[in-house]
């Protein structure tokens, strides 16, 4: 007997996607990237291999992202990549359609919202629900969202931070900030043209995020060769970035999220604030995986800081979560269509 896949948890990213099969785990995770020909407008490749290609195609292939700021930015791509996962994790897919949970921004608009779902159905979809990304985080990283007591989750992605208080199963207060992984790679990058006068594409500018980046200045700093093009001489030239490089790079957007927790803290009624203070927030998502960011936050905001384990599970840790308890969280959580 084979197993077959009735329900399906999609954690739609910016930068990276993932999908989720209650009893399995997560199945795949696949870069958010679809390698398009423009000649015949044929869509050529998806995820790792799409990334692969990224800046290093010829005029006649384009790679984007089809999704931006958490939001699907090109619909047909956007279809063709979730048709792909599905593909990919449910063999029979023409005769046999399950059931999809997709992970959404809390700030999306319903126009957004109808596209994922339309996007969801077409791609083979028998029923499709959609959650909102802050309390699927909050569940995937074990926090008791129906209690009483209140709990803030921030949630740094690719395109989008969120941050939000959750108390008995929905979000009280959350506030939605278009930056995230993608603008740390892109102030890092500025940041080595204007202190070195080298131009370094996004994907090294990531890979210098990754190795030695640290949102906080350190004693003993990481440092790595990166190799870009001069600007003055137009060749190829290799130089030194270290971790304090990175932590004055992203002095700007990180200090951009910070005011949006402060803020946020500010709105929050006084009882959930008290149990925040108490309890500390929780940090989840690609961006939590950055060096000594909770050191950053707590010491900015006086409020314990946590990163949730395997933060950049959470979200599609949740849908699992969700999923195999549908019938209770249809009623609090969730938009059918």
């Known amino acids: 007997m084979a197993f077959f896949i009735t329900k399906i948890g999609i954690d739609l990213g910016t ?6 099969v209650p009893g399995k785990g997560v199945v795949l995770s696949e870069p958010s990237v679809v390698a398009v020909s423009l000649g015949e407008n044929r869509i050529l490749a998806v995820g790792a ?6 800046g290093r195609t010829p005029d006649t292939i384009r790679v984007y992202r089809p999704m931006r700021d958490g939001v699907i930015a090109d619909f047909r791509v956007t279809l063709a990549m979730i048709r792909y996962f599905l593909r990919r994790v449910v063999p029979g897919l023409q005769f046999f359609k399950p059931e999809v949970l997709v992970s959404v921004p809390a700030g999306i608009t319903s126009t957004e919202r109808r596209a994922v779902i339309e ?6 979809a028998r029923a499709t629900y959609i959650a909102k ?3 699927l985080a909050a569940i995937g990283a074990g926090i008791p969202i129906n209690s009483s007591s209140g709990h803030m989750i921030v949630n740094i992605g690719g395109g989008t931070a969120e941050v939000a208080v959750i108390s008995l199963g929905g979000m009280v207060a959350f506030a939605s900030l278009r930056v995230a992984g993608d603008r740390f790679d892109q102030a890092i990058a500025d940041f080595i043209k204007k202190k070195h006068n080298v131009a370094v594409g ?10 030695v980046g640290s949102a906080l200045p350190e004693k003993q700093e990481q440092v790595v060769e990166v190799r870009g093009r001069d600007l003055l001489l137009g060749l190829p030239k290799t130089i030194k970035v270290s971790s304090n490089d990175v932590a004055e790079a992203l002095k700007e957007p990180l200090g951009e999220i910070i005011q949006v927790i402060k803020a946020l ?3 929050t009624p006084p009882e959930l604030s008290a149990d925040i203070m108490d309890k500390g927030m929780v940090l989840s998502g690609g961006g939590a995986l950055l060096r000594n960011l909770d050191q950053l936050i707590s010491r900015a905001i006086g409020v314990p800081c946590f990163i949730a384990d395997e ?3 959470c979200a599609a840790k ?5 999923l195999e308890n549908l019938e209770i969280y249809k009623r609090s959580i969730m938009t059918k269509r």
């Open 311 to 313: 933060p950049l599970l």
């Open 15 to 20: 930068c990276n996607s993932l999908v989720f």
């Open 318 to 322: 949740g849908t699992g979560v969700v």
């Open 49 to 54: 291999a799409a990334k692969e290609m990224t």
């Open 133 to 135: 990304e802050p309390i």
């Open 202 to 211: 996004e994907k090294t500018a990531e890979e210098i995020k990754i190795q």
């Open 119 to 124: 996007a969801a159905t077409k791609a083979g």
């Open 265 to 267: 803290l500010h709105d």
